[in-house]
């Protein structure tokens, strides 16, 4: 069974601090996806990261994928109140009995303090 | 372009009833994919189908559980005799793939079933 551990839990902070959520397993996925879910709404997708060692931007917010690809991180720069939300990481595979399932970390819930 | 259409966005069912929850991808999607989130859980896969295939249902219970993607018309999941555990938000996401490799699933708003 592929995990995907995503830490902190929860994270509450104060506007314009810096935040990173890391997403951690011991196995390796062919892509990582990044999501923000709002209450009662679906995911919302940020990003999809494939390839060793990728790093994109999106504003503020920066992924990467480890080298491995066994890992990923979002940092978020000068956190504001509208970041509020579940963040959510998704790692997907190539081939196998696993192809198409997204297996999801647990979820970041990020508060962010005016 | 519309996004994963998703309804009832919201469903109450007493212990016994049938639920029925309808899921149509995005456009030129063919591929639609139903997680269950439970409260205080994560997002948990439970099928993978095609065009009138079933390509992975082993997340999926093997009793009250079933799921259908016709040539025609939206993504069925169907939950038979429901219980009070049954009780959860169900997503469907939908992607473009193809046999060459993952791509990105994108989710619709989701149907919260409640059992009564």
């Known amino acids: 069974t592929q995990l995907l551990e995503q830490s902190p839990q929860f994270l509450s902070i104060q506007e314009g601090e810096n935040l990173t959520v890391y997403c951690n397993s011991s196995s390796v996925f062919s892509s990582l996806q990044w999501y923000r879910q709002e209450p009662g709404e679906g995911p919302v997708l940020l990003v999809t990261?494939?390839?060793?060692?990728e790093v994109k931007k999106l504003k503020r917010l920066t992924f990467q994928f480890g080298d491995a690809r066994k890992d990923s991180s979002l940092h978020i720069t000068a956190a504001q109140p509208g970041d509020t939300g579940l963040y959510l990481c998704a790692g997907g595979r190539f081939g196998g009995t696993s192809y198409g399932k997204l297996t999801f970390g647990q979820g970041t819930i990020l508060t962010v303090h005016p | 372009n519309a996004g994963v259409m998703q309804n009832p966005r919201h469903l109450v069912r007493r212990r016994g009833q049938e639920a029925r929850l309808r899921c149509s991808p995005m456009k030129g999607h063919s591929h639609v994919y139903w997680y269950r989130q439970l409260p205080e859980e994560g997002l948990k896969f439970m099928v993978y189908l095609q065009k009138e295939n079933i390509i992975d249902e082993s997340g999926m219970p093997k009793e009250r559980f079933s799921a259908e993607f016709p040539k025609e018309g939206p993504s069925i999941l169907r939950i038979q005799q429901v219980v009070r555990g049954d009780s959860a938000a169900y997503f469907c996401?939908?992607?473009?793939?193809?046999?060459?490799?993952?791509?990105?699933?994108?989710f619709g708003p989701g149907t919260r079933l409640l059992v009564l």
């Open positions: 990261v494939v390839t060793g060692g």
């Open positions: 996401a939908s992607s473009p793939k193809s046999l060459a490799g993952a791509e990105t699933q994108y």
